[in-house]
């Protein structure tokens, strides 16, 4: 069965033992963790912010988790109750039991999830992988969000050299020394490079087996059925895909989806701007609010 798990037993408690003390380290006061039983596997949730209101759920990138929002959790968190969550079938502290073969699978697992945390309206943020989610839960299961923010989501370009070779420098970059990162993390465009903690779970995180889909590029079709009230943020520098033409290309299929090409910015969206998406978040959500 296409089931993501860690290699064997040490591998899993090297990587958790790591992942807890990194949110030991950055999150931003004790961590309400919440584990949700899916039909796709336990998935580990964090509650943050505000008790009043529709939440603003956090869904990471791929090979990322919940701690790579520890950044945005007190801004984010003084105007609205947050949700991250650990994606099922990464490195995390979910837990997969059952395979996601494809993006409807996905969106049945994030309809579920919200369903059990009685979520009726939620403000959806997903980088990368996770927009690639958010966009086919708009597509398979409408109706539970209310606005959409995507940070360089995938599904406009399959990943090639220019993006694996982003990845591979990025993950060389964080062993070389603390004095030469913040110039690496210029010349690549990937301010992940700067998060010690954050890099320190690579190595661990590489023995786990990941079995998740492939984040197919969309197609028209899929496009046109995007109704909710959508942001994209689209890295100028992405090694993705050329934010250009995603642009140009929503402008012509999604015409009410606002999108913006944040300069200088690379695929690590989140982390290389980290001011400047909160502001957007915020704003966005407060506009569809009025």
Sequence with gaps: MKI????????????????????????????????????FGSTRVYRAGRSDGPPIVLLPGAGGNALMWHRYIRTLGDHHPLIAVDTVGEASASVQQAPI????????????????????????????????????????????????????????ALPGPRFFGWAIAGGLAGFAPRALRPGLARLVA????????????????????????????????DLRALRTRSLFLLASRSALHRSRQVADRLARIVPGAEVEIVPGAGHALPMDRPD?????????????DE
């Design 4 to 39: 993501g798990e860690f290699t064997d037993d040490a591998a899993k408690t090297r990587f958790l033992d790591l992942y807890q003390r990194a949110f030991d380290r950055l999150w931003p006061g004790p961590p309400a963790a919440v584990d949700v039983p899916t039909a």
């Design 101 to 156: 073969d494809d993006g409807r699978d996905g969106a049945a697992w994030l309809d579920e999830l919200l369903a059990a945390l009685d979520v009726n309206s939620a403000h959806v943020v997903g980088c990368s992988y996770g927009g690639w989610l958010a966009i086919h839960h708009e597509i398979h299961r409408p109706g539970r969000i209310a606005n959409l923010v995507l940070l360089d989501p995938a599904g406009f």
């Design 190 to 221: 990937n301010g992940t490079i700067l998060e010690t903690e954050l890099m320190s779970l690579i190595p661990a995180s590489a023995r786990y087996r990941r079995r998740l889909p492939n984040a197919l590029v969309f197609s028209d079709d």
């Design 276 to 288: 400047l998406v909160t502001e957007r978040i915020l704003q966005f959500v407060a506009a569809g």
